[in-house]
């Protein structure tokens, strides 16, 4: 994770109200329900998630994120105050990836942490080594975001039992593990849903099929998503598999379009170029993709609505191009698309070649 000097061409204030507070089904609609903003070229399309398979054509190939959601957030205790403690990943080492926030929901984070400091949580005690991965990752300059720790205690076994779905003050109350599930998750490992596929349906995948669209999947597992402006992503874990990588370049060799579900599986999936190519791999990514570093075999998304500042905008912009994202973003803001993880959809579709 590092600082970026790179800034996003696209501009756009997104209203607080337009946030999704809550899932789809808790508001009265079906997970494919939620709307879906289709954006080419030659214009904007309005629809619903469901209608995914009449917007792409057969031969293409959607890849998708089969990770699986964990528990990641704790109340602790740090100075003798109250926190939330947010669990990134482990490392290989066994070290953890943690962040701290404000108390009670976690709408803050807690950037005046100093090395050697203890977080008690009821399962495990944290011992803050160094600020993650190094100092001064913070792009603000007041303090650390992120830390690498060490557990005397089994803090994953803690947070299986006792912890819940990192979750944000945004949202109108606490919603179950299952709710942070996609339909094909099934490698746990990411500390928040890789959203962009969970308005996926049994039902629209054999849609998808039946009209010659293909489906593979790719694993990466997210770390905590609650960057500030100007921070890049942290390294992830990821793996892409020999049969996912054999389907992107037959797909590509055919003519047709590789449409990554979200900025997870366009940064695995362009974690593994090789010589202009995607062969199968797996370890920690560092890749950002952005406009100065563009998709080398994405060139289509399947996405989520992102804020202004965050990182994830630069890699929409970078797929999508500056103006096709843009007009997609002044549509979403005009007709109140839904933001955040449980909220509205976009399909950005550019030109090709």
Excluded: C, K
């Excluded at 008690?120 to 001064?136: E, F, I, K, M």
């Excluded at 944000?168 to 998750?185: H, I, S």
């Excluded at 060139?299 to 990182?311: E, P, Q």
């Amino acid at each position: 994770m590092s600082v970026l000097t790179e800034h996003s061409g696209v501009r756009f204030e997104a209203p607080a109200t337009t946030f999704a507070p809550s899932p789809a089904e808790a508001r009265g609609l079906a997970r494919d329900e939620v709307r879906l903003l289709v954006a080419r070229p030659g214009g904007l399309a309005h629809a619903r998630f469901r209608d995914l398979p009449d917007h792409l054509a057969p031969g293409d190939l959607v890849v998708v994120n089969n990770s699986a959601t964990v528990a990641g957030e704790t109340d602790a205790r740090w100075r003798d105050r109250s926190v939330v403690l947010h669990a990134a990943t482990t490392l290989d080492d066994g070290s953890w990836v943690v962040e701290l926030r404000s108390w009670p929901d976690a709408a803050r984070a807690v950037l005046d942490a100093l090395p050697g400091e203890q977080v008690v949580t009821a399962g495990a005690t944290l011992t803050l080594r160094a600020p993650y991965p190094h100092p001064g990752s913070s792009p603000t300059g007041r303090g650390d975001r992120l830390w690498r720790a060490t557990a005397d205690g089994d803090l994953r076994r803690h947070l299986d039992r006792r912890g819940r779905p990192i979750a944000y003050g945004y949202l109108q109350g606490r919603f179950p593990l299952d709710a942070y599930q996609t339909v094909f998750a099934h490698v746990p490992g990411s500390a928040e849903m890789a959203s962009a596929g969970r308005p996926f349906t049994d039902a629209l995948l054999t849609r998808l099929v039946s009209r010659g669209v293909g489906v593979a999947p790719v694993t990466l597992h997210t770390g905590v998503s609650s960057q500030e402006a100007g921070e890049g992503p942290q390294p992830e874990w990821y793996d892409v598999p020999a049969a996912t990588a054999r389907l992107v370049e037959l797909t590509r060799a055919a003519g047709g379009r590789v449409v990554a579900t979200g900025t997870t599986v366009t940064r695995a999936l362009e974690s593994a170029v090789v010589d202009g190519r995607v062969e199968p791999g797996s370890g920690w990514t560092e890749r950002v993709v952005t406009p100065a570093s563009p998709p080398v075999v994405v060139d289509g998304l399947v996405t989520g609505w992102h804020d202004a500042t965050a990182s994830h905008l630069l890699l929409v912009e970078a797929v999508a191009g500056t103006a096709l994202a843009q007009a997609a973003y002044d549509a979403a803001v005009a007709e109140r698309y839904d933001w955040h993880e449980f909220g509205d959809s976009a399909l950005l579709l550019p030109a090709r070649g």
